[in-house]
């Protein structure tokens, strides 16, 4: 079964308008973590944002925010006032365990912003 | 300063050939991992390492050799290269579990088969 998975293999937004990339997740563990990566073009993989199992409000940095809800098992992450430079592949991945420090990743969903 | 560094960024080489791929992270992290990157942009974990210490193999073939020479370095050696070997790998770098650090990337090594 899918540890994670992203629903959404292609969206389109409009620049300055704000975009949801969808992402659950399957886990029995009570501790977890929850990671949204991107992908530009160029390859490399950047880290975006970070939600704790136990963190109880939601995690923001600049203009990404990840609508947590655990007992759904979601963990959207929310694009706000898109950029043109925001057009990547966006990954979400999750670490079981308080210990077990592998990252599953789901399969990308890929943003495109138009002017 | 690049903080996590993958050498060469691009391999073109033929099968049954044997190459490795250098990593360097300056960031002060105890735990290094190896990735790897379908043509579908599959991402999964094949190797970590925690203080020069094998902490996870994956169902990986053994014909791919992780090293670690000290904490800051974990190079990936692949023997007998085949066709399903291209991808891109990606070396990534963590203070390590226990603690909601992420993993940084480096910018990936793409792997072409001939």
């Known amino acids: 079964a899918q540890k994670i998975t992203q629903t959404q293999p292609g969206m389109f937004v409009q620049e300055k308008e704000a975009v949801t990339l969808d992402c659950t997740y399957d886990t029995s563990d009570q501790s977890y973590g929850l990671f949204w990566y991107k992908q530009p073009s160029s390859g490399e993989m950047i880290f975006l944002i970070y939600?704790?199992?136990?963190?109880?409000q939601n995690a923001t940095e600049g203009r990404y925010s990840l609508n947590f809800q655990k007992a759904r098992k979601s963990a959207n992450l929310v694009i706000s006032a898109s950029q043109l430079g925001d057009s990547a592949m966006y990954f979400c991945?999750?670490?079981?365990?308080?210990?077990?420090?592998?990252?599953?990743f789901g399969t990308g969903t890929r943003l495109q912003v138009f002017p | 300063d690049t903080a996590v560094s993958q050498t060469p960024k691009y391999l073109v080489t033929q099968m049954g050939n044997d190459k490795s791929i250098k990593c360097e992270q300056n960031?002060?992290?105890?735990?290094m991992y190896w990735y790897k990157q379908d043509s579908k942009k599959f991402l999964k974990i094949m190797f970590s390492?925690?203080?020069?210490?094998?902490?996870i193999n994956e169902t990986v073939p053994n014909r791919f050799s992780p090293k670690s020479p000290d904490k800051a370095h974990l190079n990936l050696h692949i023997n007998s290269l085949e066709l399903g070997d291209s991808a891109v790998y990606f070396c990534a770098s963590s203070q390590g579990p226990g603690e909601p650090w992420p993993q940084h990337f480096g910018d990936g090594t793409r792997l072409s088969i001939l």
């Open positions: 390492y925690n203080n020069k210490e094998l902490i």
């Open positions: 960031l002060g992290h105890d735990t």
């Open positions: 939600q704790g199992s136990y963190d109880e």
């Open positions: 991945a999750m670490r079981e365990g308080m210990w077990r420090d592998k990252l599953i």
